[in-house]
């Protein structure tokens, strides 16, 4: 492949970018440390310790990476409350907190796909429903739709419908839209010619959705399927801020109450190895499904 | 009767039928409140006015009796949302099936209808999801008030107009601090920014190689779990979600516009060769203008998660002012009418912002072929 290497080339850029910023970002507190003490602190040492700090303005790389590691697998193996000693996995890891966000996630993005295909499905068969609900679903691609996260979580605790249900229902219409769109588009991309095709082979009007219009439409749905669940991921992250019942998005946010700039930014890789594992996925699909329908590329 | 259950609407017009006379049997017997006279004395006029219309009838005649089946489900609608005991029986619940058929109804009437150009031409689609719109506000508000739905839970949209029209004072300055100084000040140097930074990307094409399969991945990550991280550098007020902004917007927006720098081909460049162009005027006159699609797409792209940037960072700390911050306290305090008035300034905002950069977008680009034919 011709692209490993400049991609490798920016990565490792963009390390030496993250390592060369930690440096002046920390240094003040270090020579205020250095001063109080009366110590004299040489370069060199600074440098040292600016990589090494407790509550670092910026965390390190490796930092960052070794909370990762302790928070999932040195504390499932080893910690009090891990898997290893009590059969649970432990609320301190980033595995449950992932795991929490990752179920939300996917009940609502089944949830959003299915009933969006189910409208688009309708808005392709229907004029009234195209002519009047059209229009909204696109309107409402433009909208800050986030915005209304909190207000339902909280609406719905207070009705007493608690845990995974109102995460999955932001995370649900968070996906729900970019689908209508795409798959309006996917089963309308056959042309005039393909759908006379199927007239003359005088076929049912089921036939021709199974045979022509939902293989046609693949392509669209793959795509807005990927947009779908990294909106679907950050939908769940949003609904976890105002009701504290674990999370990813409650370890952002407990993070930044009590500083711990290193566990925030754990969270942060953590949500997007989660983003990248679930777009991966998709993907993947994608490329199996359209590789065996013939309509790779 | 003309046209039968086959033409467009003509089940939602059976449906109908069905409907109207077992709201006026269930009207005339049941009990608790019902739908006055009037409401009833509308719904059979619908069904005549409704079985009176059909593709036989004259193009004139056909637009009258839409009109005048638009006023009778208007006067039908408004006479079941504003006359309300609290405790509706049978017959209100059935003739609100009846008039959301004849919204389904008339929308399916008026969307088969040819449009001829004109002024009717550009009116037409406009009808359609404005009747659908009017309908799901008149349902919610009849529903919220026939059930008596606490205001904690859903208030009814005359009484979140009523709060969004008597705190405009509040409503503006969250607007100025989250708008104005917060989105857009970050939508600036983002974009400029990622703009400036793929005039630098595309003059080598190692590191176009290299940056645009990176931008493309983190262009898909959950940026806005950043926005802690910067509330913790630059503080609580607007520098903050700026910032937020930024990091959201420069990505999309970079690989946006390096995309669209590539989008000459080689045959064209070797003309401005030939007109021994250099970088610079080649650039100016050539390359730019064809990367505008590009960047439009980008600019809209941006334009909608700007705005979610902006206002998702400040559910993570801000300043006594700002959409996010109201919309997070006033659902702590249960104001919900203040929530929803937010939230309905926040789509406006949004669709205007998007908006203003399509019509941009069509000024600009008007020789594109996405842009003809319309």
């Known amino acids: 492949m011709s692209r490993t290497l400049p991609v490798l080339t920016v990565v490792a850029a963009l390390l030496a970018l993250w390592y060369l910023a930690v440096i002046p970002m920390n240094a003040q507190w270090e020579r205020d440390q250095a001063a109080r003490a009366g110590a004299d602190l040489p370069f060199g040492q600074l440098v040292a310790r600016t990589m090494n700090q407790d509550r670092p303005v910026l965390p390190a790389p490796h930092q960052v990476v070794a909370e990762l590691w302790n928070s999932t697998v040195i504390e499932e193996l080893t910690g009090r409350r891990g898997w290893w000693n009590s059969g649970s996995l432990s609320n301190r890891s980033l595995i449950y907190h992932g795991w929490v966000t990752l179920t939300a996630t996917m009940l609502g993005f089944a949830i959003g796909t299915g009933a969006g295909i189910l409208l688009a499905v309708g808005i392709v068969y229907n004029r009234a429903m195209d002519a009047s609900v059209m229009p909204w679903a696109i309107a409402s691609q433009t909208i800050p739709i986030i915005a209304l996260a909190p207000m339902i979580i909280v609406v719905l605790n207070s009705i007493g419908i608690s845990g995974v249900i109102p995460k999955a229902i932001i995370a649900a219409y968070l996906s729900f839209f970019p689908v209508v769109v795409g798959m309006v588009k996917g089963l309308r991309a056959p042309d005039a010619m393909q759908l006379d095709l199927m007239k003359t082979y005088s076929a049912s009007g089921g036939a021709v959705f199974f045979k022509l219009r939902l293989p046609t439409s693949m392509p669209y749905l793959f795509a807005s399927l990927k947009v779908g669940i990294a909106a679907a991921l950050v939908g769940t992250i949003v609904g976890e801020l105002p009701v504290q019942q674990g999370g990813l998005g409650v370890r952002l946010l407990s993070g930044s109450y009590y500083g711990q700039t290193v566990q925030i930014w754990a969270a942060l890789f953590a949500a997007a190895i989660l983003a990248a594992g679930l777009v991966g996925i998709v993907g993947t699909i994608e490329r199996r499904t359209l590789k065996r329908m013939g309509m790779a590329t | ?374």
């Not at chain 2, 408004?78 to 099936?97: C, I, P």
């Not at chain 2, 029209?165 to 989105?183: A, C, Y």
């Not at chain 2, 802690?228 to 520098?239: C, E, H, K």
């Not at chain 2, 909608?304 to 300043?319: C, D, K, M, N, Q």
């Open chain 2, 1 to 374: 009767m003309t046209g039968g259950v086959r033409m467009p609407g003509g089940w939602q017009r059976l449906g109908l039928a069905v409907v109207v006379p077992g709201a006026v049997a269930l009207a005339l017997t049941g009990q608790g409140g019902q739908p006055s006279g009037i409401v009833m004395a509308a719904l059979v006029a619908a069904v005549v006015l409704a079985f009176g219309y059909g593709p036989g009838r004259a193009r004139w005649q056909r637009a009258l009796l839409l009109l005048a089946l638009w006023n009778v489900l208007l006067i039908a609608a408004a006479g079941l949302a504003l006359r309300q005991t609290g405790a509706e029986g049978a017959g209100f619940w059935a003739a609100m099936v009846a008039v959301w058929l004849g919204g389904w109804m008339l929308v399916a009437f008026v969307a088969e209808l040819r449009g001829r150009g004109g002024l009717w031409g550009r009116v037409q689609p406009l009808v359609a999801p404005l009747v659908f719109g009017v309908t799901v506000l008149w349902a919610w508000e009849a529903v919220v008030k026939a059930l008596d739905v606490p205001r904690v839970i859903l208030p009814a949209p005359t009484e979140i107009g009523l709060r969004l029209s008597q705190s405009t004072d509040i409503l503006w300055t969250d607007l100025v601090q989250t708008f104005v100084r917060g989105t857009l000040s970050g939508f600036a140097i983002g974009c400029g920014a990622a703009i400036l930074f793929a005039l630098v990307v595309d003059r080598y094409g190692f590191l176009r190689r290299g940056l645009l399969p990176v931008g493309n991945f983190l262009a898909a990550l959950p940026i806005i779990g950043t926005a802690p991280i910067f509330v913790m550098w630059f503080g609580f007020d607007w520098p903050s979600k700026a910032a937020v902004v930024v990091a959201m917007v420069f990505f999309p927006m970079l690989v946006n516009t390096v995309q669209g720098l590539a989008a000459t081909d080689a045959m064209q460049r070797d003309l401005m060769r030939t007109y021994s162009a250099g970088w610079w005027q080649t650039l100016m006159t050539l390359r730019l203008p064809a990367a505008m699609p590009f960047v439009f797409n980008g600019l809209k792209i941006c334009a909608t998660l700007a705005l979610i940037g902006a206002i998702v960072a400040e559910f993570f700390g801000s300043p006594t002012r700002g959409m996010g911050f109201r919309i997070s306290t006033e659902v702590g305090r249960l104001q919900l009418d203040m929530v929803w008035s937010e939230i309905a300034v926040a789509a406006l905002l949004g669709s205007a912002f998007y908006g203003f950069w399509a019509l941009l977008e069509r000024r600009v680009t008007f020789w594109h072929p996405s842009q003809r034919s319309r």
